[in-house]
Each structure stands twice: as structure tokens, then as C-alpha cells.
């Protein structure tokens, strides 16, 4: 069983900061990547950034410059550091992992997600 806790949500001013934090447990094998999605009220789920391994990272044109993904290998942990956000930031933040849990097993696991509010 695998299983992916967000934390770090909440509500901030246009122009804050906030850093998600996403720690991934269980009978983890090995873990080949790590992201972040959001949906906000109304519209689909979107890609905001992803990385894996070998240091590759892929992030949303609407969140490049903004935002920083990094992963910390050895505590099975992603971050997701929101700078200068805007109200269109405004979604549910889900954590993605693409994880082994034996040699030949693998799976997509989702997190429940964190709620994201900017607003003055």
C-alpha cells in the first residue's frame, strides 16, 4: 500500500508564497517521478510541474518562472514552491507519483490534495 500526503495549502494575498509539500509511504520499491497537478472550480485537471528522475523537470507555461519543483529522494518528498501567485492560482492542488513497488509492479498514485486560495 502506497500512499501520498499533501500538505502546505491554504489561502494567501496576490503576490505570496506558499511551498506544498507532498510525502509519498508504504511499500515503496523505487519512485521514477514526482508531480504536481491542479484543478480549479469548473475546469479540468492540468499538469503544473513534474520531475523525475535524472533531474528532468517539466513545468505549465502559465507557472514557469513562478514556481519551483524539487524532490528529495532520500525522504520520498516533493515541493511545490508557489512564488508571486496570482488569483488564477486558485485550485486544488493534487501530488502525482509514479512508483514501483517491487522490480516488475508499478502504478499512479494520486494524493487527496490541498486547497490553494489567493486572494486579498
Known amino acids: 500500500q502506497v500512499q501520498l500526503v499533501e500538505s502546505g495549502g491554504g489561502l494567501v494575498q496576490p503576490g505570496g508564497s506558499l511551498r506544498l509539500s507532498c510525502a509519498a509511504s508504504g511499500s515503496i520499491f523505487r519512485i521514477t517521478s514526482m508531480g504536481w497537478y491542479r484543478q480549479a472550480p469548473g475546469k479540468q485537471r492540468e499538469l503544473v510541474a513534474i520531475?523525475?528522475?535524472?533531474?528532468?523537470?517539466n513545468y505549465a507555461d502559465s507557472v514557469k518562472g513562478r514556481f519551483t519543483i524539487s524532490w528529495d529522494n532520500a525522504q520520498n518528498t516533493a515541493y511545490l514552491q508557489m512564488n508571486s501567485l496570482k488569483p488564477e492560482d486558485t485550485a486544488v492542488y493534487y501530488c502525482?507519483?509514479?512508483?514501483?513497488?517491487?522490480?516488475?509492479?508499478?502504478?499512479?498514485?494520486w494524493g487527496q490534495g490541498t486547497q490553494v486560495t489567493v486572494s486579498s
Open positions: 502525482n507519483a509514479d512508483i514501483f513497488t517491487s522490480p516488475t509492479l508499478w502504478n499512479h498514485y
Open positions: 520531475t523525475a528522475a535524472g533531474d528532468m523537470t
